[in-house]
C-alpha cells in the first residue's frame, strides 16, 4: 500500500526556514513522482513543488521559486522540501502526494486533482 508521512513542520518567524520531509512507503521514489502542496485556513489546497521519479525534473510554483528548494533521498526513501525566507502567507498544513501519471519519469504535476495517496500534512506556521 503506498502511504506517505510528511514532518518537520513547526512556527517559525518570519524570515525564517524549515525543512519538510515525506517518507514513502509501498513504493520506491524511482516509480512515481512526488508533490508537495498546502491549505492555508479557509482557501483551497494549492500545488507547491513536485519531483519528477527520475529525480531530475522540478517545478516550482511562481510565489516560492526563490525561497523553496525540493530534494530527495533514495536511499532514505524521503522527498524534501527545504523553505528559506519564509512569509506570514506562507501558513499553511503541508502535504505531500503521488504523482502516477505516463510522465512521471520526466515530468511531474502540482494540480491537486492529478496527485493521491495524500499524507496526513504537517503545520508550518511562520509569524509576523
Known amino acids: 500500500q503506498l502511504q506517505l508521512m510528511e514532518s518537520g513542520g513547526g512556527l517559525v518567524q518570519s524570515g525564517g526556514s524549515l525543512r519538510l520531509s515525506c517518507a514513502a512507503s509501498?513504493?520506491?521514489?524511482?516509480?512515481?513522482?512526488i508533490g508537495w502542496f498546502r491549505q492555508a485556513p479557509g482557501k483551497e489546497r494549492e500545488g507547491v513543488s513536485c519531483?519528477?521519479?527520475?529525480?531530475?525534473?522540478?517545478f516550482y510554483v511562481p510565489s516560492v521559486r526563490h525561497g523553496f528548494t525540493i530534494s530527495r533521498d533514495t536511499d532514505k526513501n524521503m522527498v524534501f522540501l527545504q523553505m528559506n525566507s519564509l512569509k506570514p502567507e506562507d501558513t499553511a498544513v503541508y502535504y505531500c502526494?503521488?504523482?502516477?501519471?505516463?510522465?512521471?519519469?520526466?515530468?511531474?504535476?502540482?494540480?491537486?486533482?492529478?496527485?493521491?495517496?495524500w499524507g496526513q500534512g504537517t503545520q508550518v506556521t511562520v509569524s509576523s
Open positions: 502526494a503521488v504523482y502516477a501519471g505516463a510522465s512521471r519519469y520526466y515530468y511531474c504535476s502540482v494540480d491537486v486533482d492529478e496527485n493521491e495517496y
Open positions: 509501498g513504493f520506491t521514489l524511482d516509480e512515481y513522482a
Open positions: 519531483i519528477s521519479s527520475n529525480g531530475i525534473g522540478t
